[in-house]
Every structure is written in C-alpha cells, then in structure tokens.
Nanobody, 116 residues
Framework: QVQLVESGGGLVQAGGSLRLSCAAS?????MGWFRQAPGKEREFVAA????????YYGNFVKGRFTISRDNAKNTVYLQMINLKPEDTAVYYC????????????WGQGTQVTVSS
C-alpha cells in the first residue's frame, strides 16, 4: 500500500506560478498528475517514469508545466508557470507500481485557484 500526500496548491493570480509536490510512502514506477475542474471530467496533466527520462504531458500544457521527481525522497513535483484561470482545478497525484500499469494509488488532491 502506497500513500500519496499532495501539497503546494493555493490561490495565485493569472500569470503566476506554483509548484505542487506529492510525497509517496514507498517506491513507485510511474507517477502522474491529473486535475479536475468543477463540472468537468478528470484530465491528464503529466506523467513521469522512475528514471525521470520519460515524461508525458497533456496537450493543453504547451510548455507551461514541468514534471520531475526525486527518487531519494519518493516525491514528484509539478512546476506550473504562466497559470491561467482555466487551470483552476483540484490537482491529484497518482502512482503506478508497474511501469505501464494502471494507477494504483491516488492522493487526496490539492486545490489550485487562478484568479484573473
């Protein structure tokens, strides 16, 4: 069983930056970030494999977000810049124990609110 704890969300003005963190209680093969805005479906944001060399981003990211991980700390980060009001959502961290398996574990989510 792996527990995930997100942090770093908050209120920021449009054009601002935030860095989300997700600390895992154990080793994970792949970690990802998803988000869900009110009334919308959950959306893929980014994923990173154990090596850190393989990353994927959602189409909307367009260079504004960067995912990274510190395996020594079992922590994944999501650096977000040039935030837009449409980025407002609850951001969830997820972890997969197999490199190409489903996400087995999910965090509780952290709210990101971008004001215009």
């Amino acid at each position: 069983q792996v527990q995930l704890v997100e942090s770093g969300g908050g209120l920021v003005q449009a054009g601002g930056s935030l860095r989300l963190s997700c600390a895992a209680s154990g080793r994970t093969a792949r970690m990802g970030w998803f988000r869900q805005a009110p009334g919308k479906e959950r959306e893929f944001v980014a994923a990173i494999w154990w090596s850190g060399e393989t990353v994927y981003y959602g189409n909307f990211v367009k260079g504004r977000f960067t995912i990274s991980r510190d395996n020594a700390k079992n922590t994944v980060y999501l650096q977000m810049i040039n935030l837009k009001p449409e980025d407002t959502a609850v951001y969830y961290c997820a972890a997969a124990t197999l490199s190409n398996g489903v996400y087995d574990y999910w965090g509780q989510g952290t709210q990101v609110t971008v004001s215009s």
